[in-house]
């Protein structure tokens, strides 16, 4: 240790004592489970300083035992911290899942109502023109595929793991998509929502032509009743968006945009959880040899639970009002 280095030790310690003293006491709080949130709060305010003092010392006292034991201190600190996080981030994700994201669901579901009928507008143009004319379906489908109602149930194998993260990962860019084009004012997102809404009308209208609309669907809604929710959603967060800019009330255009894009991403990041599960009975369950029946059950199954998850926080915040109305 040079001989400046240790002129500062003595004065460093002394200094900084009382901070380390207190970080001990702190820790041996957390670890005995009695800490409140004052005390939480200062572990973490006070970790902060003794990491700066480490960074001190490591660099003008580096072979002091000082240095050893802030070294270790705030190792035990970065624990208590990082545990104490990891439990609230826990409670906090669940809390989001359970109660925050059907609520914002429940707040924008005249957006949702609108997503589902440009969808259903869209399908509907879309299978008439096909029912009408199969020729016409070239109009609505994407460039070079081509669609034969007979070769559904062909019983070519997939690798299901690679199709089920390829499905997803899809779905959530269309998620995104949505979300993105509402920040341009919105037009963009009605047109995601149409022109999807296109394709599948013209792929059913093929099918219905060909007397494969029972296998079509069952090939269908086993996953699409999770997926399209979840797209109507994203849609939703997409047209709140653009509708927080042109109505704006009484704040400003740019004030209103921040305030909605703060809470409709939140939209977007509920309906990831949605995306995985469609891909996964996309990539399982749908292409697998079961009867008919057993997936339309599938999707049955699968609305019921949507209803109720997204309908259950509903109920309970109407039995909470009625209850304090009393």
């Not at 409140?36 to 572990?43: A, F, Q, V, W």
């Not at 093929?206 to 029972?214: K, N, P, S, T, V």
């Not at 927080?244 to 209103?256: Q, Y």
């Not at 959880?273 to 697998?288: D, K, N, S, Y």
């Amino acid at each position: 240790m040079s001989s400046q280095s240790a002129y500062r030790l003595p004065h460093f310690i002394r200094k900084n004592q009382p901070d380390w003293d207190r970080l001990e006491e702190l820790i041996r709080i957390f670890r005995s489970r009695q800490a409140r949130r004052k005390e939480l709060n200062e572990l973490g305010h006070t970790y902060r300083r003794v990491a700066a003092h480490l960074a001190y010392a490591q660099t003008y006292f580096p072979d002091h035992t000082v240095t050893a034991y802030l070294n270790g201190l705030a190792a035990q600190a970065y624990e208590a911290i990082y545990a104490t996080h990891g439990k609230g981030d826990l409670r906090e994700g669940l809390r989001f899942f359970t109660r925050r994201f059907p609520a914002l669901f429940h707040e924008r579901i005249p957006f949702f109502l609108v997503a589902l009928l440009l969808f259903a507008a869209g399908a509907g143009l879309a299978f008439g023109y096909t029912w009408v004319n199969p020729t016409y379906s070239a109009a609505f489908l994407p460039p070079g595929l081509e669609v034969d109602p007979h070769a559904l149930e062909s019983g070519e194998q997939w690798d299901h793991a690679i199709v089920s993260s390829e499905i997803m990962t899809n779905n959530i860019q269309v998620a995104f998509l949505c979300f993105a084009l509402g920040a341009l004012l919105g037009v963009g997102t009605l047109w995601v929502l149409f022109s999807n809404g296109l394709l599948v009308g013209a792929i059913a209208a093929l099918f219905h032509r060909a007397g494969e609309a029972y296998a079509l669907w069952a090939f269908i809604w086993p996953h699409g009743v999770i997926e399209l929710t979840a797209i109507f959603i994203a849609g939703a967060a997409g047209m709140s968006l653009a509708y927080a800019f042109w109505v704006p009330g009484e704040l400003t255009r740019v004030e209103a945009f921040k305030r909605e894009a703060k809470v409709t991403v939140q939209l977007i990041l509920g309906v990831i959880p949605m995306f995985i599960v469609a891909a996964l009975i996309e990539g399982f369950i749908t292409p697998a040899p079961w009867p008919h029946w057993s997936k339309y059950l599938v999707a049955l199954i699968t609305l019921l639970l949507l209803f109720i998850y997204f309908g259950g926080p509903a109920w309970l915040l109407r039995r909470q009002q009625a209850s304090a109305t009393d």
